[in-house]
């Protein structure tokens, strides 16, 4: 049976961020909403990691956390993307116009790093996330409730490899 067809239960990944006062119970909210989506089943969740800000240094430092979805037939990339869009708005994430600010400080981020086996190139909702081979912060826990995850047809641990970034118990710095 294809993967992703009716019957055949998949898995999904969300990346979970948040670097406002109360960060950690921002990603318990986030756990929270995930579970109550409609045919959507949470899985593994990865440990909380304290991780280096990207792109826009000028802030505190993030929690990330990678949860493991298992979502029904009807569920597609797109779908899954609108749903984590209404969380992030439900949870209080406003987006600045400002494009410098585009990696700034965020009440929550909820991103989708893979589908099962589908890709997208829908702007609106690519699959793979596109700069997932280029964060550790996202690689490393995907890594704990993932091991044997592809990303592009490679292991995501030779991703990992592929990138300087140094781990201190619960700390990625990137």
Partial sequence: MPENSPGK???AYVCL???CANAEE???RARQKLA???RM???AASPLYCTEPQGYADQSWFFNQVIELFPGASWTPCSLVDALLDIEADL???RSADPALRFGPRAIDVDLLLFGQIGSENPHCLVPHPRLTQRAFALVPLLDVAPHAVIDGLPATEWL???QYKKEGQRIFQ
């Fill in 9 to 11: 239960e998949f898995q």
């Fill in 36 to 38: 109550a989506l409609p």
């Fill in 92 to 94: 209080g994430r406003v």
């Fill in 161 to 163: 490899a592929r990138l």
């Fill in 26 to 28: 921002m990603l318990v």
């Fill in 41 to 43: 089943r949470t899985g």
């Fill in 17 to 19: 961020g948040s670097n």
